[in-house]
């Protein structure tokens, strides 16, 4: 069995706008090991949500090659790539996006309803048993609205595992919640990467999120330093 579940090699994204271009990713290589928690730090701008919706196949590298579970993006098409991320990750976004008319039970249905009839389990049940994982069993039928901001990045959290991913993406999962709360969806992290055949990439602003993770990378202007959680972790009281 491999042991990188995601392979970057000389990957760059150039986002063309109005009056000039930015280089958001630079030439960058990284490889994501399986069943491990990757912390991804680094400051404003620095092209953390960018790798994640290259990786999540969101969005499309300008140069270079994503290799995920042995598949090679540039050989997909855009429907192709998205029935790939259908069935293969889930993307935890900083800023939940629950629909607030729609109850939690409703809330982490919601990315397979298209496709319900077509799926081998009946999916009422299987959000069920993802609400039950996030421990939110007693929460079902509450709108967003009527839950703490923890509890909505949890049922966030088990919309991104409605689809059994073999990858997790979480774009600063924890940037909105307290400490507690924050350390509580980490362990939660943790939890599923036990239970399951679960790899997460956890983009953080905090440090001390990060240190709970087995590697960290730093992102500067686009460029990526190499694993520095050993280097970190070691000199400091962090
Ligand atoms: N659609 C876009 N068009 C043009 N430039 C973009 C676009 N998306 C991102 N950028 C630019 O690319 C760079 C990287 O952005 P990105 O969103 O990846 O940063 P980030 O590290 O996630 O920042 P933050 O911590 O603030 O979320 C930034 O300079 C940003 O302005
Ligand atoms: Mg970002």
New binding site residues.
Partial sequence: MKESIVICSGIS?V???VFHQ?I??DNLDIEIKKNKLTAII????????????LIAGIDRITSGQIICCDVDYSFLSDDQLAAFRRQNIGFIF?LYHLLPTLNVIENVMLPLLPYQRSLEFDLREKALQVIEWVGLGNRINHLPAELSGGEQQRVAIARALINDPLLLLA??PTGNLDSKTSFEIVRLFRTLMEKKDLTIIL?T?DLRISAESDYIYT?RD?RLDGDIRKSLFSCSNL
Avoid: C, F, I
């Fill in positions: 994204k986002y063309d706008t930015v958001a990713l680094g400051p404003s701008g620095s092209g953390k949500t960018t790798l994640l919706n900083q774009d600063e983009v602003h992102l686009g």
